[in-house]
């Protein structure tokens, strides 16, 4: 008979699926154990140039809420940091608690923070598709930026006052122009591994940047998040909160920082 550990492999409600990948060897989110990073001279600044024309809209997948942009040419790309490449900026989404104690995917030293921004971007230099970039080892990089509780924020105020318009699954806006670096720390340090995506399909094919240095945003801002729905229109209402994943084991690998 199987192990007691696996006949009962817990399946999270929220996404329907084992909440380890079997075989799986470079699962994300992780802890990051700040005194376990391994400050790394090679690694270069990231270098971020967005076009906010790329935006096109806003909407709400099931999962988050997301910002998604026209990527089919090179204007809205990352280069540097720890890519070979560049990538380009397909979309953005958050995750988030229901209440400020919790709330991120990845943590520092175990902390939470209330929210995790994700900038997911793919590499076009090398696949045809994003479809197919999804399932390289190289073929995706996100940059995850912390939110926590602070100062009112300007930029994220534009999207706070779209959301009323998504509360349900599978409702969408047009969002015509929006530069997500204003959503980016000052900071420039981060950390850098090898890991997934987050949700569905879970596939290893993401390089994380995790800057060291959280934005702010103020309460108001963070109950908007919280007044999402993961239903649809007309079915009973399930508010949109906890959709983050839990944390995955490090397994062999280490965590590189650009800074000392
Ligand atoms: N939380 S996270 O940043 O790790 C992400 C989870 C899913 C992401 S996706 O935009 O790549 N969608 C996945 C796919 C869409 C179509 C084919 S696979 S990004
Ligand atoms: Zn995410």
């Known amino acids: 008979a199987e192990p007691n550990s696996l006949r009962c492999l817990p399946v999270h409600p929220l996404w329907q699926s084992p909440l380890t990948i079997p075989g799986g060897t470079r699962q994300s989110p ?3 154990q700040w005194r376990d990073s391994v400050y790394d001279p090679v690694l270069k600044p990231l270098k971020v140039s967005y076009d906010p024309t790329t935006c096109l809209h806003i909407w709400n997948n099931g999962y988050s809420f997301l910002v998604e942009f026209d990527d089919s040419a090179d204007r809205s790309i990352i280069v540097g940091g720890p890519l070979e490449n560049q990538y380009r900026l ?3 989404h958050f995750h988030w ?4 104690e919790w709330g991120s995917e990845h ?16 590499n076009a230099v090398v696949y045809p598709t ?33 959301l009323p318009a998504i509360k349900h ?10 530069d997500p670096s204003c959503l980016l720390p000052s900071c420039p340090d981060y950390w850098t591994y090898a890991g997934s995506l987050t949700t569905p399909p879970l596939t290893e094919s993401v390089t994380w940047i995790i800057k060291k240095q959280p934005i702010e ?4 801002q963070l109950e908007a998040f919280r007044m999402l729905l993961f239903t649809s229109d007309g079915e009973e209402e399930k508010r949109m909160v906890d959709n983050f994943r839990p ?12 800074f000392q």
């Open 107 to 122: 943590t520092v030293d175990s902390k939470f923070y209330p929210a995790e921004l994700h900038l997911v971007h793919w």
């Open 90 to 92: 397909k979309q953005f």
């Open 217 to 220: 945003v103020d309460e108001n």
């Open 97 to 100: 608690g229901a209440i400020n």
């Open 169 to 178: 699954k599978d409702t969408i806006i047009e969002f015509d122009v929006f």
């Open 247 to 258: 944390l995955q084991p490090l397994m062999d690998r280490t965590v590189r920082s650009s």
């Open 30 to 32: 992780i802890n990051i």
């Open 130 to 162: 994003f479809e197919e970039a999804v399932m390289e080892g190289d073929g995706l990089a996100v940059i995850g930026v912390f939110l926590k509780l602070g100062a009112h924020h300007e930029g994220l105020q534009t999207l706070v006052d779209a």
